[in-house]
């Protein structure tokens, strides 16, 4: 019996590639490129996924269900939403122009309900598999329980696949049991520069088997299976199977013609194959020759609907990159383009009129009272908008701060966390930790004792149950509330991207924490970009830093890490240097999380919040380290805690002829105070100022100038105010376990002198006293920048340190 669905989905699926073309083709010619830039990978590419867009949006795909979009497949993602509503017309005519539709789906920048961001190629591909642990962890601790599950579908290019990060996540989602999971692989066997390689999708397959997967190959569409049951079909079929990948994309670029002499030289005299070919016209032998698995609606329905169990399944589906267009399988058309030529015999072949080109409906050949009804029972628009919203998880008015007269900020994070983890509060519940296999390391242990570790089945402790003395007790159960990686940071970043983003896929909010060796966080560099870029929500520890993992070398010393956490967008980056400046962090932290940017403040407000906005929320890096330091005795006021979560205070307040004002990050505060105390009979009124975030102190900075551009003259932001009263003459000295660029800039607040000490290069084994010397951080090194930048007597502690 012939599925009802497939003369709409065929005539939709026509519609699809349209729109998807002349969406590129208004953006290179009708409304071209200012700069001169051809948008071509996306002509090709997203035509060799339309029919199983076509089917997945348009029949397979409930509300619950997430898909990661191929990258260059947008124009068919658009087009899709486009007709389902959406997508507006206005955003389509100005694909890639300003706050136009995108050239890859992103959930920030379009309207038109993204569920995964991609572009980056590989990371979509890995957040879907991360994404459905995320929702096996908030179903196993009860919070879905009305919500059906839905399936993370990955909507993959051949090409992609040589992306290490999707390796690292399948050997994760093998580890974790993953389920719910679809890959679909256009395997159109083109890459942007050549032809892949024989054999590639048998690799797939054997890959995808080892860890546990379903493997479904769509390769040979209705047509050809219809082919293959006449007399010398088994002859084609073996042909077909045989065929070297460049060969058959030749022939496909070629048509008709070129397939009839092909076959026939190949399997000419040889009676019913003969036949088979010859009772077809040219065209009707492309047809056939191009009816694959990927292009073939009622093969794609049969395979997607006949999946009933929740086994992770990758489907290889074999397509023709540019299929339906007259590029469609020449090696070069990643950067070919229609010609205006091209595109009005295809505008002719899809009867569409001049003018009539967004049209919904425009050139299709059912009634179109009946193809709106069509479209108004799709699935998967059954909802419309499917993000979710979830409501604050109350933040504590203050954290518990750890009274220890010396510890180091390591090691006071756990001890918050461990405070948490024994409290009641309903933000320890919404709480949950990650890390790379460096869980005891970044000072998890406790929390996790107390917690336990996630997994959907129940696993015990044996050195526990054998009697083993151990300090950590490793039992995971359905409502452990971390979740162990193996040593891959980038799936560390993916992971707390899906988790950061729970609130809004599966509707319930999560508070994620990540910890990690902060010289790694490059290696994982992309895929924190990328969570980023989603607006995931998440706090990640980086700990230790900088060159105090001394003993260890270079090779775990970060030297550029504060500049990433400056110049990375949507993260607020920290680095305190006592516990009780952490304390207020995290606490403003866990509420930073949850802002949406609802109420948008006044002018007035901004100012008053050293013009950071704040209203959005972010992610929130903290640069914490091991080496132990004397913890100050105070009392945390409400102005002390303003400022440490503004970026910076005094900690000792310059006088009104100060000449020299020491500024320091992290976790050299010793040294800074130590050199402070020892020049001070040298130099008058000399200041310390602490900075607790040198990113929001130079974000409120720029910020306020830009304020200052547009009129509003008045605007101050924090470290304006700080150094506004410094004289002219006052010299700065910064200092940073990490890159002096991070905290260089200070200097051009005010237009003060400055000498930035750091780290440039990269460190060697030794003690922390060995390399800050090495480095000009310590005590002396900063005397001795001071008496340079500003002059007069010599400062008579200078030799007698070090």
């Known amino acids: 019996m012939t599925d009802p669905r497939l003369p709409y989905l065929a005539e939709f699926e026509r519609k699809i590639l349209w729109l998807s073309s002349w969406t590129i083709h208004n953006a290179n010619h009708v409304r071209p490129n200012l700069d001169g830039l ?215 670029f070629q048509g008709g013609a070129a397939w009839r002499k092909r076959l026939l030289d190949d399997l000419g005299d040889q009676g019913p ?97 009946e193809l709106e009804r069509f479209l108004k029972s799709v699935p998967f628009n059954a909802r419309g908008k499917r993000r979710h919203e979830a409501p604050k998880v109350p933040v504590p008015a203050a954290l518990s701060t750890p009274q220890q007269p010396s510890m180091s900020t390591q090691q006071g994070f756990g001890l918050i966390l461990n405070e948490l983890a024994r409290s009641s509060e309903p933000l320890a519940d919404r709480m949950v930790t990650t890390a790379p296999d460096v869980t005891v390391s970044t000072n998890l242990g406790a929390w996790v004792n107390r917690r336990g570790l996630f997994a959907r089945e129940e696993m015990k402790d044996l050195f526990k149950s054998e009697r083993i003395p151990s300090t950590f007790t490793w039992d995971f159960s359905p409502k452990g509330q971390h979740i162990e990686l193996g040593i891959a940071e980038m799936n560390l970043f993916i992971l707390l991207s899906a988790l950061g983003l729970s609130h809004s896929l599966f509707g319930e909010r999560l508070l994620p924490i990540g910890t990690l060796y902060d010289p790694f966080i490059s290696r994982g560099l992309d895929a924190l970009n990328y969570a980023c870029y989603q607006d995931a929500r998440f706090i990640v520890a980086a700990t230790p830093s900088g060159v105090t993992l001394a003993p260890e070398g270079g090779a775990h010393q970060s030297i550029g890490t504060p500049l990433i956490g400056m110049a990375q967008d949507g993260l607020a980056s920290f680095e305190p240097a006592f516990v009780d400046e952490l304390s207020v962090i995290l606490r403003w932290a866990f509420d930073y999380l949850q802002r949406d940017g609802e109420g948008e403040p006044s002018e007035r407000e901004i100012q008053e919040k ?62 800074a105070i130590e050199a402070v105390g020892l020049m001070a009979e040298d130099r008058r009124d000399i200041g310390l100022l602490a900075i607790t975030s040198a990113d929001r102190l130079n974000a409120g900075w720029t910020a306020a100038q830009r304020a200052r551009e547009r009129g509003l003259v008045h605007a101050r932001s924090h470290i304006e105010r700080l150094l506004g009263d410094l004289q002219p003459h006052c010299g700065l000295v910064t200092v940073i376990d990490g890159h ?52 007069g007597r010599p400062i008579r502690y200078l030799k007698a340190v070090g």
Request: contains cysteine.
């Open 610 to 671: 050293s013009w950071l906005r704040d209203e959005t929320g972010g992610s929130v890096y903290l640069r914490l380290s091991t080496r132990t330091a004397d913890q100050p005795q105070r009392e945390m006021t409400p102005d002390l805690a303003a400022d440490i979560v503004d970026g910076a205070y005094w900690m000792r307040k310059p006088g009104p002829n100060a000449q020299v004002v020491v500024a320091y990050t992290g976790t050299v505060a010793p040294e």
């Open 38 to 252: 051809k948008i071509g990978g996306h002509q090709a590419s997203s035509a060799s996924l339309s029919t199983i867009m076509t089917a997945l949006y348009l029949a397979v795909l409930k509300p619950e269900d997430r898909v990661a979009v191929k990258p260059h497949a947008s124009p068919i993602f658009h087009a899709i939403q486009y007709l389902l509503g959406h997508q507006t017309r206005e955003k389509l005519e100005n694909f890639r122009g300003f706050k136009g539709a995108q050239s890859y789906p992103s959930r920030t920048k379009d309207i038109d309900d993204v569920d995964f961001s991609t572009g980056s190629v590989g990371l979509g591909v890995a957040q879907t598999l991360f994404a459905s642990l995320v929702q096996d962890y908030v179903k196993a601790h009860g919070w879905r329980k009305d919500r059906p599950e839905g399936r993370m579908i990955a909507l993959v290019g051949d090409a992609e696949m040589d992306e290490g990060n999707i390796f690292e996540a399948l050997l994760e989602g093998w580890k974790q049991g993953l389920r719910n999971t679809w890959w679909i692989i256009d395997y159109n066997r083109q890459s942007l520069d050549a032809v892949v390689r024989e054999g590639l999708y048998a690799r797939f397959e054997s890959i995808f088997r080892s860890f546990g997967w379903d493997v479904v190959v769509l390769k040979h569409g209705s047509l050809m299976q219809e082919a293959f049951r006449e007399p010398g079909g088994d002859r084609l079929r073996e042909w077909i199977d045989s065929c070297p990948n460049q060969l058959y994309s030749a022939l496909t």
């Open 740 to 791: 002096p660029a991070t905290l260089a800039w200070l200097g051009s607040v005010m237009g003060h002198r400055t000498r930035s000490l750091g780290v440039e290069h990269f460190g060697q084994t030794g003690t922390v006293q060995d390399l800050y010397r090495h480095f000009g951080i310590d005590a002396q090194g900063i005397i001795a920048a001071a008496e340079m930048i500003a002059p």
């Open 273 to 369: 194959v003969t036949r088979l070919i010859e009772k077809r016209s040219d065209e009707e032998l492309a047809r056939l020759m191009s009816n694959l698995g990927g292009h073939d609606l009622p093969s794609l329905l049969q395979a997607f609907e006949s999946i009933d169990h929740d086994r992770p399944t990758v489907f290889i589906a074999y397509t023709i990159k540019g299929f339906g267009l007259p590029l469609a399988g020449h090696k070069d058309n990643h950067a070919g383009l229609l010609t205006p030529t091209q595109m009005e015999g295809f505008r002719a072949s899809a009867k569409v009129r001049p003018g009539h080109e967004w049209d919904r409906f425009e050139g299709l050949n059912l009634p179109e009272a």
